[in-house]
């Protein structure tokens, strides 16, 4: 059992639960959700479509084996992976909460049911072990204690010690009262030193106590000096002091009554008294105790606090000693009467302060034969209390029996005496008895105080005598109450020699008077009454230090002798009285002393502390200058006599509590008390049963006093529990309780509360007699349903750890709380909360109603041990009903939820033979499964497993005892003793033929053939191991039978196939008895029964070999005595088989033990009794054992022994019922050497020994040979899955084919519109130059033909030669044409000077690196056609519905909007698009007549066809209204009848010409042909959005080295060309140095025309910047929509695929934002590289 774990420390459970992988390759091909989709751009993308086609692939290839309808597998597992390793720190409610999962996770596949594999295997050395067997508690050993469970007499009352894992007795008491308190000192490791232990006891172990007594770890008893004489409640052992409190309903301590007459009421009275368990002696309390019992104690700081049903302190005049101070005889007038006449004999004072014994000088004698008496008259006023004699022996002489008188009177005075024989106090008037003995011999006086305060004189009559005369030795008298005389003879004795004694002394003119009617002598002062006043008079003083015996509450008298004994009563005044009473309190008072007759004055009352040579109290008394006077007195008298204290009670308002200092040596008793009562008391008549001390809310821990009893304040507001905080009383949350509390604790920032109540006072929360205060929230909270009656007791049980606290009362059972699934819960009078998971948890294992529970809070020891008491039958240190767990740090634990264990069945028997941890494969979760003889809480039998904590039913039917349960891959095979009688008790029918088959996936049973007996019947068929042979799918069963199935002989063993569950026979054996036991050592079976031969004495162990079918001898096995109870495998070495073996003796019947080497059988040696009952032996490492248990000696002398039979480092568990050497019983045991440790010891509910059945650890799996088929629903399901894979992986082929076609067309045909826009776009962004005159001359001639010849030459490709040469042909007309569009082209896109040149050209947009332009080289517009596949253009440059809904002709052609939809959707090609704009473009330039734009088109379509050539790209035509097809060179040129031609035709196989087609027809799409916007007079095709078409003339300019400012839209239904960098740049009179490329804005991107040229807006600063490298159709909702090139402005980067973005088109137009792919984005300005190297 572990311990508690610190709250907060949340422990991991042994057995966690379920681990599965939860990875799924496949998974990541299914859709996500949220923001991660898959439309990543193919880098992104592709790994995680590679996975996909990998698993589809492999599920191809495995599907053939998988939709087969049988197949053969091998389940095989690696060892399983033990979770048990817990902490030490692990409590007993964390494993039952933690176990609440079916158990540890591992991966056995088969597990032996015995706990032992079926084939040789080395142990494993961690994890956790499992013990079944009959027993309900368990405790362990230890060197220190004898450990075992406790089997009791319960008709005595018990005192047992428990820790964590043992139990011992430490005392039993009679059964005359209970033990009802307890409290003990503890050794440094929380072992117990001393337990006190209080009650209604008189005799202990055959000692007689008197109501408490000490008690050794070892069992000494302490009788406490006689206890005290009455019933203890509450004890309390301070660790630091040393010092034992008692509480209870006595008035004195025992001692006292036996000791002395002159203490016995002073010492230790009242309920309350203190006990040195150092000096053992009782320590006195100077408030001598309390009014009332004490029901409970409590320390806060360096205070203790007693609560109970008492009001007041018993420290008065009655209750103080009567030897308080010496009446100095000497100063006495001594009188003997019939004084002897033996010389140094008849003195009376020899026996005054003589230290001698009898001797002349020292004793005093009578005449012989003669009565006589002894006279002491005294001198001053006294009240004596206390007389003490010591008898004379002197020549056999003595007194035998005397008579007191009062001297005046001769009154006989009573007298009380303590019997020398008795111890009991006897009284006496006329004769009292005087042993003849050198020992003292005390009479108290016992008269009242009126009666002994006036006698002048006591006379001691000799009445009788022993030998000749009587007489003394030696004589004191005493009075009680302190006096101090004016006259210092009087004040002290000289025969008493202390450091602290009464004294006085005068200075001043002091007279001793002696008036004749004043029984005294006292000093009188006079002086003339005009010097009253002077110094003289005023330092005239009488200084007294009286002598305090003890601190406490006094009344200080002044003795005033009447003025009437000296007729002075004109002359009296007042006296001046100063008190020093303690080291910071001085008093001053005047006493009148004009009283008549003889007075004594109280001149205070209070607190005096106790004389000692630091301080004493002292009084002064002097003349008061204030002193009334009669006037006709010429003098002024003052008297003095003496000064008495009498003891006052001390307090009186306790009610219920009283605060005491734990130092009662304290030097700040001087200054103040020790003992007070709380500053606020409760109400008068309150009742404290409880006390406890802990922090309240975020205070300082310690700081708070809670009280809980019966008691109410209205007016506070607090009832029946309160708090005592900041020297007030103030109420907890909800007024208190409404019922009475007797027991409080706190732990863990609460207090747990037990009583007798419903519900808190102000009826808001219920509660049934238990709750939980929780100081941080200040709130009451039930503890789950409650118990059933009172609670009494209520203690934090350390043993369990920190965060368990035990309730003990006359409750019956546990209610079921509010959740659901809560069950009551019977437990008897005690139960256990773990406060930190909120739950009832196990208890120690008690059997009967515990009287008294002791532990001492948590301490962090590494073993507390507390304390229980009661008229117990039986104990043990944990409650396990059949089934715990021995985890690595050898600490045992329950296994399931409390109220959730096994039981016992309908006979009464909880016997649990076997168990294992099924797990089918590696990583999931395990169940532990057991079997016996008992019942599960839900009624099932025999059989049961543990799920979500709780022991539930696995079959029904199984009628019979469970012996074995074994299990291959998902089979679990049950084996015991059949039992098929119907409806015999149990769960359900009863038809358990001896061996079950189950299947743990389906639930159900395997249909078998049964076994039979000899008769052909059941009843004699038991089953007693099932074998796994390893790697086949072979079952081995042994055990009584003969056949199986009816038919098939297999007498005593039987193999059964797994996957035909069929019966086959083994070859034929000498079997003659049933089979114990069976163990593989790999195809070699080892077989424990009984064989023989003939008349050939019996042979027990035999082997079988399936490889041959053959039995063969076992060599040594003749050695072995009797029948084999079990074999158990040990380490093997080298490959050798190893093993042990037990069994009984033939003879005899004695245990005996042997071992198998790998060559023969060797008995070992092995001590053990006779009438033991072994059941199962396990090899373990020595690590395993506890080393408290076996000791350091044998701990080291483990790895140097000579025993070869258990190799070195290794132990034997020997289980069982174990009588072992030295009379020791126990049901398992360590066994080494020849040695034994017992380990654990456990004990059956009826009290008798339990025994353990098997001990086993959680084992590698055994492998199996298993066919499964699989069913037809599985098939067809395989087969779906199949075809639709299939299908998507056609699918599949066919969406990657479509997108590289897609890809390749999209270039080729980018390729020639970039041409084609960088010959519109001119010379922008190039370095300007005049064109140079040498160049132009080269070659040709100008005009029309001229500008023929270009074309041609560029459409064939001639490059940049033919267009250099062209150009020197033309450059008159290209002259005047520049100079028109200069003057005439507002908005029109001008034409740089070196279009055709072949002059130095800057290529701003264009990388190095392409090898087809280089920046910086000669180039011109047949060489731009070149380029080639170097954009990707965006298609969102059409029609929206938004432009176009004013459109009437849109509207009227609604109902073709579906077909418009669809055709948008499926066939939007960037490309395609970019290719229309620039023949739209081209056709443009073409039909401006004459024009230079005209021949500049006209070249670029040339070119854009030869490079369209040159790459293989479509080339594209024109088609009139009928869909035919127009020549190229009609098509381009000047004819302005293009209204009735088209560039698309309508019955294209492309599905994008077949859409711009349909658009033409619809009369929306502009027709082809030239037009007049009426600016320029220029014909051009007008397209609506005109900004995004201004973006696709940038970005395809961009790639052929030209720069295109973006202008606005001019108007509807038109659009207006952007001027170049050059012309705006001429127009505004700048320099090109000031319109150069590194003039650009910050943030630019290098394609413009884009929004990359456009300012930042300031909302948009804030994001990171980056630059679209392709462009991006928004498809869905919610996406981003960009061109290449564009700047996007990131605001989310959280996911790793879709990002959420901003573009900016410019101030006139709103921000757009979506989500993107996170890879068509750069943080760099894409370069014409990044769109070559992807084409």
């Known amino acids: 059992m572990a311990k508690r774990r610190t709250g907060a420390e949340q422990q991991a459970p042994f057995f966690p639960t379920d681990t599965r992988p939860t990875s799924n390759s496949l998974?990541?091909?299914?859709?996500?959700?949220?923001?991660?989709?898959?439309?990543?751009?193919?880098?992104?993308?592709?790994?995680?479509?590679?996975?996909?086609?990998?698993?589809?692939?492999?599920?191809?290839?495995?599907?053939?084996?998988?939709?087969?309808?049988?197949?053969?597998?091998?389940?095989?597992?690696?060892?399983?992976?033990?979770?048990?390793?817990?902490?030490?720190?692990?409590?007993?409610?964390?494993?039952?909460?933690?176990?609440?999962?079916?158990?540890?996770?591992?991966?056995?596949?088969?597990?032996?049911?015995?706990?032992?594999?079926?084939?040789?295997?080395?142990?494993?050395?961690?994890?956790?072990?499992?013990?079944?067997?009959?027993?309900?508690?368990?405790?362990?050993?230890?060197?220190?204690?004898?450990?075992?469970?406790?089997?009791?007499?319960?008709?005595?009352?018990?005192?047992?010690?428990?820790?964590?894992?043992?139990?011992?007795?430490?005392?039993?008491?009679?059964?005359?009262?209970?033990?009802?308190?307890?409290?003990?000192?503890?050794?440094?490791?929380?072992?117990?030193?001393?337990?006190?232990?209080?009650?209604?006891?008189?005799?202990?172990n055959s000692t007689s106590v008197g109501y408490v007594a000490a008690v050794s770890a070892t069992g000494k008893i302490d009788p406490m000096g006689g206890g005290v004489n009455g019933p203890v409640n509450a004890l309390y052992c301070n660790q630091k002091s040393g010092i034992v409190y008692v509480g209870g309903n006595f008035t004195t301590v025992s001692a006292s009554l036996t000791s002395s007459v002159a203490t016995m009421r002073s010492n230790s009275t009242g309920a309350l008294s203190l006990y040195s368990s150092v000096s053992k002696v009782w320590l006195p309390l100077s408030f001598h105790g309390l009014d009332g019992p004490v029901f409970d104690f409590a320390e806060m700081g360096s205070n203790v606090y007693a609560v109970g049903a008492f009001s007041a302190t018993v420290d008065n005049a009655t209750h103080s000693a009567l030897n308080t101070q010496p009446v100095n005889l000497s100063a006495c007038t001594i009188t003997g009467g019939n004084n002897a006449e033996i010389p140094g004999f008849s003195d009376p004072r020899n026996i005054i302060c003589t230290p001698h014994a009898d001797s002349a000088g020292n004793t005093w004698l009578m005449r012989d034969k003669l009565t006589g008496f002894y006279r002491i008259d005294f001198p001053f006023k006294t009240t004596p209390s206390l007389l003490r004699l010591m008898n004379t022996m002197y020549q056999d002489r003595g007194t035998k029996a005397i008579r007191i008188e009062a001297a005046s009177t001769n009154q006989a005075l009573t007298m009380s005496y303590l019997d020398p024989v008795t111890k009991s106090e006897q009284f006496c008037t006329h004769s009292c008895p005087v042993p003849q003995s050198y020992e003292w011999q005390e009479y108290r006086f016992v008269d009242n105080a009126a009666t002994l305060s006036n006698i002048s004189g006591i006379v001691i009559n000799i009445v009788d005598w022993y030998g000749m005369g009587g007489g003394f030795n030696k004589i004191e008298l005493y009075q009680r109450d302190p006096r101090v005389y004016a006259d210092d003879r009087f004040s002290s004795s000289p025969c008493i020699q202390a450091p602290v004694r009464p004294s006085s002394s005068i200075t001043g003119d002091w007279k001793t008077t002696t008036p004749a009617s004043y029984h005294g002598t006292y000093r009188t002062l006079t002086v003339?009454?005009?010097?009253?006043?002077?110094?003289?008079?005023?330092?005239?003083?009488?200084?007294?230090?009286?002598?305090?015996?003890?601190?406490?509450?006094?009344?200080?008298?002044?003795?005033?002798?009447?003025?009437?004994?000296?007729?002075?009563?004109?002359?009296?005044?007042?006296?001046?009285?100063?008190?020093?009473?303690?080291?910071?309190?001085?008093?001053?008072?005047?006493?009148?002393?004009?009283?008549?007759?003889?007075?004594?004055?109280?001149?205070?009352?209070?607190?005096?502390?106790?004389?000692?040579?630091?301080?004493?109290?002292?009084?002064?008394?002097?003349?008061?200058?204030?002193?009334?006077?009669?006037?006709?007195?010429?003098?002024?008298?003052?008297?003095?006599?003496?000064?008495?204290?009498?003891?006052?009670?001390?307090?009186?308002?306790?009610?219920?509590?009283?605060?005491?200092?734990?130092?009662?040596?304290?030097?700040?008793?001087?200054?103040?008390?020790?003992?007070?009562?709380?500053?606020?008391?409760?109400?008068?008549?309150?009742?404290?049963?409880?006390?406890?001390?802990?922090?309240?809310?975020?205070?300082?821990?310690?700081?708070?006093?809670?009280?809980?009893?019966?008691?109410?304040?209205?007016?506070?507001?607090?009832?029946?529990?309160?708090?005592?905080?900041?020297?007030?009383?103030?109420?907890?949350?909800?007024?208190?309780?409404?019922?009475?509390?007797?027991?409080?604790?706190?732990?863990?920032?609460?207090?747990?509360?037990?009583?007798?109540?419903?519900?808190?006072?102000?009826?808001?929360?219920?509660?049934?007699?238990?709750?939980?205060?929780?100081?941080?929230?200040?709130?009451?909270?039930?503890?789950?349903?409650?118990?059933?009656?009172?609670?009494?007791?209520?203690?934090?049980?350390?043993?369990?750890?920190?965060?368990?606290?035990?309730?003990?009362?006359?409750?019956?059972?546990?209610?079921?709380?509010?959740?659901?699934?809560?069950?009551?819960?019977?437990?008897?009078?005690?139960?256990?909360?773990?406060?930190?998971?909120?739950?009832?948890?196990?208890?120690?294992?008690?059997?009967?109603?515990?009287?008294?529970?002791?532990?001492?809070?948590?301490?962090?020891?590494?073993?507390?041990?507390?304390?229980?008491?009661?008229?117990?039958?039986?104990?043990?240190?944990?409650?396990?009903?059949?089934?715990?767990?021995?985890?690595a740090q050898q600490h045992i634990q329950p296994l399931g939820l409390l109220g959730s264990s096994l039981r016992p069945d309908d006979t009464g028997k909880l016997v649990v033979n076997t168990g294992l941890w099924y797990a089918k494969k590696n990583g999931t979760t395990a169940q532990l499964i057991v079997g016996g003889r008992f019942k599960t809480p839900d009624g099932s039998v025999n059989l049961a497993r543990l799920k979500d904590g709780k022991w539930r039913g696995l079959l029904d039917g199984v009628s019979g005892e469970v012996l074995t349960i074994n299990n291959a891959a998902n089979l679990l095979f049950i084996g015991g003793v059949a039992n098929v009688t119907e409806g015999s008790s149990g769960h359900g029918d009863s038809n358990f033929g001896g061996l079950v088959v189950y299947n743990m996936d389906s639930h159900s049973s395997v249909g078998i053939q049964q076994l039979q007996g000899p008769s052909g019947d059941h009843?004699?068929?038991?089953?007693?191991?099932?074998?796994?042979?390893?790697?086949?799918?072979?079952?081995?069963?042994?055990?009584?039978?003969?056949?199986?199935?009816?038919?098939?002989?297999?007498?005593?063993?039987?193999?059964?196939?797994?996957?035909?569950?069929?019966?086959?026979?083994?070859?034929?054996?000498?079997?003659?008895?049933?089979?114990?036991?069976?163990?593989?050592?790999?195809?070699?079976?080892?077989?424990?029964?009984?064989?023989?031969?003939?008349?050939?004495?019996?042979?027990?162990?035999?082997?079988?070999?399936?490889?041959?079918?053959?039995?063969?001898?076992?060599?040594?096995?003749?050695?072995?005595?009797?029948?084999?109870?079990?074999?158990?495998?040990?380490?093997?070495?080298?490959?050798?088989?190893?093993?042990?073996?037990?069994?009984?003796?033939?003879?005899?019947?004695?245990?005996?033990?042997?071992?198998?080497?790998?060559?023969?059988?060797?008995?070992?040696?092995?001590?053990?009794?006779?009438?033991?009952?072994?059941?199962?032996?396990?090899?373990?490492?020595?690590?395993?054992?506890?080393?408290?248990?076996?000791?350091?000696?044998?701990?080291?002398?483990?790895?140097?022994?000579?025993?070869?039979?258990?190799?070195?480092?290794?132990?034997?568990?020997?289980?069982?019922?174990?009588?072992?050497?030295?009379?020791?019983?126990?049901?398992?045991?360590?066994?080494?050497?020849?040695?034994?440790?017992?380990?654990?010891?456990?004990?059956?509910?009826?009290?008798?020994?339990?025994?353990?059945?098997?001990?086993?650890?959680?084992?590698?799996?055994?492998?199996?040979?298993?066919?499964?088929?699989?069913?037809?629903?599985?098939?067809?399901?395989?087969?779906?899955?199949?075809?639709?894979?299939?299908?998507?992986?056609?699918?599949?082929?066919?969406?990657?084919?479509?997108?590289?076609?897609?890809?390749?067309?999209?270039?080729?045909?980018?390729?020639?519109?970039?041409?084609?826009?960088?010959?519109?776009?001119?010379?922008?962004?190039?370095?300007?130059?005049?064109?140079?005159?040498?160049?132009?001359?080269?070659?040709?001639?100008?005009?029309?033909?001229?500008?023929?010849?270009?074309?041609?030459?560029?459409?064939?490709?001639?490059?940049?030669?033919a267009a250099v040469g062209g150009a020197q042909a033309m450059r008159s007309q290209r002259t005047v044409q520049a100079d028109q569009y200069a003057n005439g082209g507002g908005d029109r896109d001008t034409w740089g000077d070196n279009v055709f040149a072949g002059e130095q050209v800057s290529f701003d947009n264009i990388a190095p690196k392409t090898d087809r332009l280089v920046s910086g080289q000669p180039a011109g517009l047949a060489g731009l056609a070149g380029v080639g596949r170097q954009a990707a253009v965006s298609s969102d440059t059409y029609v929206h519905y938004e432009d176009r809904k004013g459109d009437g002709k849109y509207l009227a052609g609604a109902a073709s909007n579906d077909l418009n939809d669809s055709l948008d959707s499926i066939f939007e090609s960037a490309a395609a698009e970019a290719e229309a704009e620039a023949e739209v473009e081209a056709r443009e330039r073409t039909a401006s007549a004459g024009s230079m734009d005209a021949v500049i088109a006209g070249a670029a379509a040339s070119a854009a066809a030869a490079a369209a050539a040159q790459q293989k790209m479509p080339t594209p035509r024109h088609h009139n209204e009928g869909g035919h097809s127009i020549p190229n060179d009609q098509s381009s040129s000047g004819s302005t009848d293009y209204s009735r031609t088209s560039m698309y035709r309508p019955d294209s196989t492309n599905p994008f010409e077949q859409r711009l087609a349909l658009r033409e027809s619809q009369g929306t799409f502009p027709p082809a042909g030239p037009y007049a916007d009426g600016t320029d007079g220029l014909g051009h095709v007008p397209m609506p959005r005109a900004h995004h078409m201004e973006s696709e003339h940038a970005a395809a300019a961009a790639l052929a080295g030209a720069t295109v400012a973006t202008g606005k839209v001019g108007g509807k239904g038109s659009r207006r060309r952007s001027e170049t960098a050059s012309t705006r740049n001429t127009e505004a009179g700048l320099s090109p140095s000031q319109s150069s490329p590194s003039s650009r804005p910050s943030g630019d991107s290098s394609v413009n025309g884009s929004s990359a040229h456009l300012p930042i807006r300031d909302s948009l600063r804030q994001y990171p910047v980056f630059y679209a490298k392709f462009t991006f159709s928004s498809r869905e909702t919610g996406e981003l929509g960009f061109r290449a090139g564009e700047r996007v402005f990131v605001i989310d980067q959280s996911d790793e695929i879709w990002w959420m973005g901003i573009v900016d088109h410019g101030s006139d137009q709103p921000l757009e934002q979506g989500v993107f792919p996170a890879t068509y984005v750069s943080g760099a300005p894409p370069e014409s590289t990044d769109w070559a190297e992807l084409v």
């Open 528 to 887: 003339a009454k005009a010097d009253v006043s002077s110094d003289q008079t005023q330092s005239a003083l009488v200084r007294m230090l009286p002598y305090v015996p003890e601190s406490g509450f006094y009344k200080i008298y002044m003795m005033v002798p009447g003025c009437q004994n000296t007729n002075t009563c004109l002359q009296r005044s007042s006296a001046k009285v100063d008190l020093q009473m303690t080291r910071k309190r001085t008093e001053q008072i005047s006493v009148p002393q004009h009283n008549l007759a003889d007075e004594e004055v109280v001149v205070y009352t209070g607190y005096i502390p106790a004389s000692t040579q630091e301080f004493s109290m002292s009084i002064s008394v002097g003349l008061d200058t204030g002193g009334v006077v009669s006037p006709q007195a010429t003098t002024v008298e003052l008297v003095v006599d003496y000064f008495r204290l009498e003891r006052v009670t001390s307090y009186s308002n306790l009610n219920g509590v009283i605060e005491f200092a734990s130092n009662l040596e304290s030097p700040s008793f001087m200054d103040a008390p020790l003992y007070r009562p709380l500053n606020v008391s409760l109400p008068d008549n309150s009742i404290v049963y409880s006390a406890t001390t802990g922090m309240f809310n975020d205070t300082h821990p310690d700081s708070t006093l809670f009280l809980g009893g019966r008691f109410s304040s209205q007016e506070s507001g607090y009832h029946n529990i309160a708090q005592y905080r900041n020297s007030k009383l103030q109420p907890l949350s909800n007024s208190g309780i409404w019922g009475t509390v007797y027991s409080m604790t706190f732990v863990n920032g609460s207090i747990y509360v037990g009583g007798s109540f419903n519900a808190t006072a102000d009826q808001t929360t219920a509660l049934s007699n238990v709750a939980q205060f929780n100081t941080t929230d200040q709130a009451w909270h039930p503890l789950s349903g409650g118990v059933d009656g009172a609670v009494s007791s209520v203690i934090p049980y350390s043993p369990f750890g920190p965060n368990v606290v035990a309730m003990r009362g006359s409750f019956q059972t546990l209610i079921a709380g509010p959740a659901s699934g809560d069950e009551a819960i019977t437990m008897h009078g005690l139960a256990m909360w773990d406060t930190a998971f909120s739950q009832w948890t196990y208890t120690p294992f008690i059997k009967g109603t515990p009287s008294m529970l002791f532990a001492d809070s948590w301490q962090n020891r590494a073993n507390n041990v507390a304390l229980v008491a009661g008229s117990l039958s039986a104990a043990a240190a944990l409650k396990a009903e059949g089934a715990l767990l021995l985890d």
């Open 1019 to 1361: 009843s004699t068929v038991r089953v007693n191991k099932v074998a796994i042979r390893a790697d086949t799918s072979m079952v081995v069963v042994g055990g009584n039978f003969s056949t199986a199935g009816g038919m098939l002989s297999c007498p005593y063993i039987c193999t059964l196939d797994i996957n035909e569950n069929q019966w086959s026979p083994m070859a034929s054996s000498s079997l003659v008895d049933q089979v114990t036991d069976l163990l593989f050592s790999g195809s070699t079976l080892y077989v424990a029964g009984t064989f023989q031969n003939g008349t050939s004495p019996p042979v027990y162990l035999m082997r079988y070999s399936f490889g041959t079918s053959s039995w063969d001898s076992v060599s040594g096995a003749t050695v072995l005595p009797g029948p084999i109870t079990s074999i158990t495998p040990g380490i093997s070495e080298a490959g050798v088989t190893a093993f042990y073996i037990s069994g009984v003796a033939a003879s005899g019947g004695a245990p005996y033990l042997a071992k198998y080497d790998g060559s023969s059988v060797e008995l070992a040696e092995y001590t053990i009794g006779s009438s033991s009952t072994v059941r199962s032996i396990l090899e373990v490492p020595r690590s395993r054992i506890p080393g408290s248990v076996i000791g350091s000696g044998s701990s080291s002398s483990l790895n140097r022994r000579s025993d070869a039979t258990i190799p070195s480092g290794y132990v034997l568990v020997v289980s069982g019922d174990l009588d072992l050497p030295g009379g020791q019983r126990a049901s398992n045991a360590f066994f080494y050497d020849n040695q034994w440790a017992p380990f654990l010891s456990t004990i059956q509910t009826d009290g008798s020994p339990g025994f353990i059945g098997s001990v086993f650890f959680e084992r590698p799996p055994t492998n199996v040979y298993q066919r499964h088929r699989l069913s037809v629903a599985l098939v067809i399901l395989i087969a779906i899955a199949i075809a639709l894979g299939i299908t998507f992986l056609i699918v599949l082929v066919g969406l990657v084919y479509i997108y590289l076609r897609n890809r390749r067309e999209a270039a080729a045909t980018a390729s020639a519109a970039s041409a084609a826009l960088a010959a519109t776009a001119g010379g922008a962004g190039t370095t300007k130059a005049p064109p140079s005159a040498a160049v132009f001359g080269a070659t040709g001639a100008g005009g029309a033909s001229d500008y023929a010849r270009l074309g041609a030459g560029a459409g064939a490709g001639i490059g940049v030669a």
């Open 27 to 204: 998974s990541e091909c299914l859709p996500s959700s949220g923001a991660t989709r898959a439309r990543a751009p193919t880098a992104a993308r592709s790994s995680a479509w590679m996975r996909c086609i990998a698993v589809l692939a492999l599920m191809f290839v495995a599907s053939p084996a998988l939709a087969a309808d049988s197949s053969t597998l091998f389940t095989s597992t690696p060892a399983p992976t033990t979770a048990s390793s817990g902490s030490v720190t692990t409590p007993v409610s964390t494993i039952s909460s933690s176990i609440s999962s079916d158990v540890s996770s591992s991966s056995s596949s088969s597990s032996s049911g015995s706990g032992q594999s079926d084939s040789i295997e080395e142990p494993e050395d961690d994890g956790g072990i499992g013990i079944v067997g009959a027993f309900s508690g368990v405790s362990s050993f230890s060197p220190t204690t004898s450990g075992s469970a406790l089997s009791l007499n319960g008709t005595r009352t018990s005192l047992a010690a428990l820790s964590q894992n043992s139990a011992s007795l430490l005392a039993s008491a009679s059964a005359d009262g209970p033990i009802t308190a307890a409290c003990a000192f503890y050794n440094k490791d929380g072992t117990i030193s001393t337990a006190y232990i209080g009650g209604s006891f008189t005799t202990l």
